[in-house]
Nanobody, 126 residues
Framework: QVQLVESGGGAVQAGGSLRLSCAAS????????MGWFRQAPGKEREFVAA???????YYGDSVKGRFTISRDNAKNTVDLQMNSLKPEDTAVYYC????????????????????WGQGTQVAVSS
C-alpha cells in the first residue's frame, strides 16, 4: 500500500506563492505518474498538474503559467510550486499516483489514479 503525505499548505494573500510537497512511502519508479488535484467546497475534484518521469508534464487550464510541478524520484517526492495565487485557487490539494501509464487522455481523470494523499488546505484571500 502506497502512502502519500502532503505538506506546505496554508493561508496566503492573492498574488502570493506557496510550495506544496508530497512524500511517497515507496520508491517511485519511472513508470509512475505523480500528480496534484484540488477540491473546493461544493465542487468536483479538479486536475491541477501531473508529471511522468519521461518528462511529460500536464497542467490544468486554470493553472497554466502559474503553477509548476516537479518530482524527485530519488527522494520519492513531487512538489507543486504555486505562484500568482488567486482566491479561486482556494481548495484542498491532493497528491496522487498513477501506477501505470494509461494514456494522455487519462492524465486529468481522478479515477485513473491509484493512490491518494489526505490533502492539504490552501486558502487564498483577496
Amino acid at each position: 500500500q502506497v502512502q502519500l503525505v502532503e505538506s506546505g499548505g496554508g493561508a496566503v494573500q492573492a498574488g502570493g506563492s506557496l510550495r506544496l510537497s508530497c512524500a511517497a512511502s515507496i520508491q517511485i519508479n519511472n513508470a509512475f505518474g505523480m500528480g496534484w488535484f484540488r477540491q473546493a467546497p461544493g465542487k468536483e475534484r479538479e486536475f491541477v498538474a501531473a508529471r511522468w518521469n519521461a518528462g511529460w508534464t500536464y497542467y490544468g487550464d486554470s493553472v497554466k503559467g502559474r503553477f509548476t510541478i516537479s518530482r524527485d524520484n530519488a527522494k520519492n517526492t513531487v512538489d507543486l510550486q504555486m505562484n500568482s495565487l488567486k482566491p479561486e485557487d482556494t481548495a484542498v490539494y491532493y497528491c496522487a499516483v498513477q501506477a501505470a501509464w494509461r494514456g494522455s487522455s487519462e492524465t486529468g481523470n481522478a479515477g485513473a489514479y491509484d493512490y491518494w494523499g489526505q490533502g492539504t488546505q490552501v486558502a487564498v484571500s483577496s
